[in-house]
């Protein structure tokens, strides 16, 4: 059942929105791969954001054959390229030392 805005799902819509098992979208959420909101009765909300995330987690695993430990390296180096690009559009100076130090973590990250 969708819940009451179009842009927010409940756990069994987003399950067959995305072609997966409600039990899947829990493991994901364990693993702190997504985070969905939660009503006042404890249920799973997700957002159109995270439905998106969540089709790029189901690529990586069905179609590229990545492990899950694989996939939240891979979605953390994301969200760092994500930070690194709101950084760059700044001009500021302590946004570019913050640029360098996320540089500095993504290299880490990738062991170089």
Do not use: C, W
Request: proline residues 2%; aromatic residues 4%; hydrophobic residues 40%.
């Amino acid at each position: 059942m969708m819940h009451a805005r179009s842009d927010l799902y409940l756990i069994s819509m987003a399950a067959r929105e995305l072609g997966m098992h409600p039990q899947t979208l829990r493991k994901y959420e364990r693993l702190g791969l997504v985070r969905p909101t939660r009503t006042i009765g404890s249920m799973r909300v997700y957002s159109g954001e995270e439905l998106e995330r969540l089709r790029v987690i189901k690529h990586l695993v069905d179609e590229l054959g990545i492990n899950l430990a694989g996939v939240q390296r891979l979605l953390t180096i994301a969200d760092s390229v994500e930070r690194l690009r709101t950084l760059a559009r700044e001009e500021r100076q302590d946004r570019r030392r913050q640029l360098f130090q996320e540089l500095d973590r993504l290299s880490e990250m990738l062991g170089l």
